[in-house]
Structure formats: C-alpha cells, structure tokens
C-alpha cells in the first residue's frame, strides 16, 4: 500500500519539475503568446511596457548634452548587440520613438527579462529575434533616459 504514496508521490513530482515536455523554449514562448486571448494595447501609442518607468513625455526639444552621454553608455554597453541603423542581434533603434512609448523603450532597457515575459509587443519581439533575450545591462535610470536622448538623434 505504501508503495503506491510513493509512486503516486515521484510521479507528482516528476510532473511538476519537468515541464520537460520536449518543447523547445521558442515554442513555449509561441504558445503563450496564443493564450493571450486579446492584445491589451491596441496600439503602441498606450504600450508603456512593464517596469520602473511610467508613461511620461519628452520635451520638444533634444537635451543635446544629455544625447551625448547616452551615446557613450549606448557605445560602452549595446553596440556588442545593436547597430543604429541596421538589424544585427538585436533591432535598429534608429526611429524607435515612432513605433515605442518612451516609457516602453525605457522599460526595455531597466527590465528587460520581465518586459518579454509580460509585454505583448516585447514578447513578439523575442520570437522575432529567435528567443534570445536582451541582456539586462543594468543602467541607472539616469543612463537609460540618456541613452533614449541618444536615440532621439539618430
Ligand atoms: C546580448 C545582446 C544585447 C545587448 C548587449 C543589448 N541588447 Fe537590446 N536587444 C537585444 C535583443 C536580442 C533584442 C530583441 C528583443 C529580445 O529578444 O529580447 C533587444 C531589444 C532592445 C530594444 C527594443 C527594440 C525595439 O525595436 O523595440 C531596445 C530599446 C534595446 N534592446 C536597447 C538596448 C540598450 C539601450 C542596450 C545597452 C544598454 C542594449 N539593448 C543591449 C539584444 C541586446
């Protein structure tokens, strides 16, 4: 009698450490992203991501000051990742403010390995980009609202 606890025991064990249902981690991520039943964000105007950074706006102006520090950050710490204008391991963040939120790109740079669990658009991104996440670089919210100046002139 005891026997059966105990098969019934591992097999419940089995079943919830495994997950291993031999899926490859892109296509859990794919099936996830089907269960959303709706897209929460119609649009990408009122996407500010997930995160540390709520939705605000940017003065007309560029902080010229400001842009060039953020370019030294983005040389130090992105470059080994992105390109400004061409697609390479991750996208071009040439034009981004025309297809993100500030808050979103933000967002994507504090919080990275929430935002492609939890946000519709970076989840699709990570699919885009072959399931493999953007490393969280750890920038202070300072250097990530620099490297956003930064990104405003390119
Ligand atoms: C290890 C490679 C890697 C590094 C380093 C990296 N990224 Fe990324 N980044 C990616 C990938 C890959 C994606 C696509 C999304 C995904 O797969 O998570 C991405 C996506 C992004 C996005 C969203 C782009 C869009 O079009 O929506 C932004 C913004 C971004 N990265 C900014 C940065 C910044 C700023 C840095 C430096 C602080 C940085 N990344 C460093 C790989 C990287």
Known sequence: M??????????????????????????QIKEQSKMEPT?????WENNHGVGPIKAFTLPAEI????ALKGQEVYEAKCTACHKAEKRFIGPAPKGILERRTPAWVMNMILN???????????????????????????????????????????
């Open 39 to 43: 897209d929460p964000y119609e649009s």
């Open 112 to 154: 990275p390995e929430e935002m492609v669990q939890k946000d519709p658009m970076a989840k699709k991104l990570l699919i885009e980009y072959n399931g493999s996440p953007m490393a969280n670089q750890n920038l202070t919210q300072e250097e990530a609202r620099a490297v956003l100046e930064y990104f405003r002139t390119l």
């Open 63 to 66: 902080d010229q000051d400001l």
């Open 2 to 27: 005891k026997g059966i606890y105990v098969i019934a025991f591992l097999a419940l064990f089995a079943f919830a450490c495994g997950g291993g249902d031999g899926k490859s981690k892109i296509d």
